[in-house]
């Protein structure tokens, strides 16, 4: 921490305890040089707890591994957008566009495989070593991934994904050209043939059971990306679990806030003097200190709860058809994700398997112009966010009631409402938005 300690109030030596401890403030002189003063002084006892304290609230809002995870899977969306780009584009070329490109998606999938398997590792290790393997908290997080397993598709195939990258090497994924019916469009997949897939690795039986009910083309791309949004879900449930630890010592520092005495300082700071004495001279000046910052006191505060995993989860709406608004074909599957999409009175909300997923928010994008992606442990938070602010909303779980979406279509507000609590970001399927 950078800072003057001759600015310490040390009008001599003999009244300077060998140690104090306390709230410190940083303030600028009119000269420019920073000061530093014990703004408020507490006993060891109080100082202690209070440090432990700051610890839980700081946590929070450390950097974590599910940014990296978010970071990596950008880099993988985004190098597919550009080899989709240039192959759509390259002509004659495309064969050895195609061939180059895939490549490098190939490394980027592993880099992001790594670096959710380290976010998997991380947060169970914080959670077992913080509150121990039979915490409710530690537990809260089993749930959590039991139920991605449990419900996710994509989730599935991603884990065991990592480890037959390990095993088996580079999947047998490539890049190619397909006709959408629906607009005529040639939109670029990445694809890996089911027979081809299901020989690569010895998939557990459930792995194998999903890629046998897929195409005999299989979008792969779209299967990561389905298991995205499980991914954003479990980093919420570490984040809650920690806000939820940080309450009370965030109450318990907002008090010592309040205690503080008014001025401007810079910045302040939990922070213990400890001072070496020889002989009449202090001799050495030493200080520990941590950034006492009441905007994240105030933050952890105010942070909305994230809900665990749903005790039920909504069925898929199933194989939608995209000019008719009817199924094509019932889906026996629950929804793993919730397609978020505006209408004239609100906000529909409406639950989708892995598979389905990309064609409802298609669907969405097409007749009501835009759609989003959230988690289904979301659906009850949503419906009561949006009441609370004053919007309408409703659940869709029927082909009837998707035709009755379109009719409002002429009537649409504006999207303008974050859908997403603080941090949930929504992934974006590359081909999505050009239809
Ligand atoms: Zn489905």
């Known amino acids: 921490m950078p800072c003057n300690v001759e600015a310490l109030p040390t009008s001599s030596a003999d009244d300077l305890p060998s140690e104090n401890q306390g709230v410190l403030a940083l303030s600028l002189s009119e000269d420019g040089t920073t000061q530093v003063s014990m703004a408020l002084e507490l006993e060891m006892d109080r100082y202690t707890a209070l440090d432990a304290s700051l610890r839980r609230v700081t946590r929070v809002f450390e950097r974590s591994e599910a940014q990296l995870v978010r970071a990596s899977f950008d880099v993988l969306s985004s190098t597919f957008s550009y080899h989709s780009h240039v192959m759509s584009h390259s002509g004659k ?8 490109g895939t490549d490098a998606i190939a490394a980027q999938i592993f880099g992001w495989l790594s670096s959710s398997r380290l976010f998997l590792d991380h947060s169970r290790r914080l959670l077992s070593q913080t509150f121990g393997r039979e915490s409710a908290e530690f537990h809260r997080f089993e749930a959590a991934t039991n139920w991605c397993y449990d419900n996710s598709i994509s989730y599935r195939f991603v884990d065991q994904l990592r480890n037959a990258f390990q095993h088996a090497g580079v999947p047998p994924i490539s890049i190619n050209g397909t006709l959408d019916e629906s607009d005529g469009k040639t939109v670029l997949r990445l694809i890996a043939r089911r027979d081809q897939l299901l020989d690569y690795y010895q998939w557990k039986r459930v792995v194998r059971e999903d890629l ?3 195409d005999e083309d299989i979008d792969v791309y779209e299967l990561l990306v389905g298991s995205v949004v499980q991914y954003e879900f479990l980093a919420a449930q570490v984040r809650d679990v920690l806000r939820v630890d940080a309450l009370a010592p965030a109450r318990m520092l907002k008090e010592l806030l309040s205690e503080v005495p008014g001025g401007e300082p810079v910045a302040l700071y939990l922070g213990r003097i400890h001072v070496e004495r020889r002989g009449e001279e202090h001799e ?3 200080m520990t200190t941590s950034p006492l910052v ?3 006191v105030e933050s ?6 994230i809900p665990g995993p749903p005790a039920e989860t909504p069925p898929c709406i199933g194989d939608l058809i995209a000019g008719t608004d009817t199924r094509q074909s019932d889906c026996p599957l629950t929804s793993s994700n919730l397609i978020s999409t505006p209408h004239a009175e609100g906000v529909a909300l409406i639950p989708t398997c892995d598979l389905h997923q990309r064609q409802v928010a298609k669907w969405a994008v097409q007749n009501l112009g835009a759609a989003g992606l959230l988690h289904p442990s979301l659906l009850d938070y949503m419906v009561a966010g ?4 004053g919007h309408n909303s409703s659940t869709v779980r029927s082909p009837e009631e998707v035709h009755a979406l379109r009719r409002t279509r002429e009537q649409l507000p504006p999207l303008g409402l974050d859908l997403s609590p603080s941090g949930w970001k929504v992934p974006q399927h590359p081909d999505l938005g050009d239809s």
């Open 294 to 296: 009441a905007g994240q």
């Open 300 to 305: 952890v505060l105010g942070m909305p709860a």
């Open 93 to 100: 070329g495309a064969r050895a566009t195609a061939a180059a």
């Open 386 to 389: 949006l009441a609370a602010a």
């Open 284 to 286: 050495k000046l030493s």
């Open 212 to 214: 046998s009910r897929l």
